[in-house]
């Protein structure tokens, strides 16, 4: 019941409305919301309090695009993405050092002149796919859910205890 209320949550709340904006080609709407459902979803493999440090390893870890680094760079793209994308649209309602979101370019990510470009379709895929494989890493480990479990105890403390109240 737990599990397929947070699916549902997840689901209802970020992927359908990514799906749609997608549908409709708005991509910065997409983004953003790509964006908010990483935050959401870096929470529930790390137990870390620092948003960087969390945000960054689950890009790098779980959508291996991320991984890589910019030719004589030493940040790897997911540092980049959580500085400009991240960071920018959560705390200045904006993409900062001319990143965008865009449907024109062929892959995920895009580096045209120094600039990140990501197409929010092919994110938003990732995206949902690392989510669907976690659910189902829960369903199937005790020590999965054991963490899934403590993460929704830990978010949702209060609004459970209060559903709980007759």
């Known amino acids: 019941m737990l599990i397929q209320a947070f699916r549902d949550r997840i689901n209802g709340f970020y992927l359908g409305p ?26 529930l493999k790390s137990n870390s309090e620092e948003v960087r440090k969390r945000y960054v ?13 910019l030719p004589g760079k030493k940040q790897i793209l997911a540092d980049i993405f959580y500085k400009h994308f991240r960071n920018g649209l959560v705390h200045e309602g ?3 050092d001319g990143g965008q979101f865009s449907y024109i ?50 978010d949702f403390g209060a609004e459970i205890a209060r559903a709980k109240r007759p």
């Open 94 to 96: 904006r993409i900062k």
């Open 105 to 154: 370019f062929g892959g995920m990510i895009t580096v045209e002149n120094r600039f990140m470009i990501v197409n929010p379709r092919q994110l938003a895929d990732n995206i949902e796919t690392v989510f669907n494989r976690y659910m189902a890493e829960v369903l199937t480990s005790p020590e999965e859910f054991q963490s899934f479990s403590k993460m929704i105890i830990r």
């Open 18 to 43: 990514i799906k749609k904006l997608n549908e409709d080609n708005d991509a910065f709407a997409a983004g953003l919301l790509c964006v908010t459902t990483m935050d959401v979803l870096s929470r």
């Open 57 to 69: 390893h689950w890009l790098a870890t779980e959508i291996p695009e991320f991984a890589q680094r």
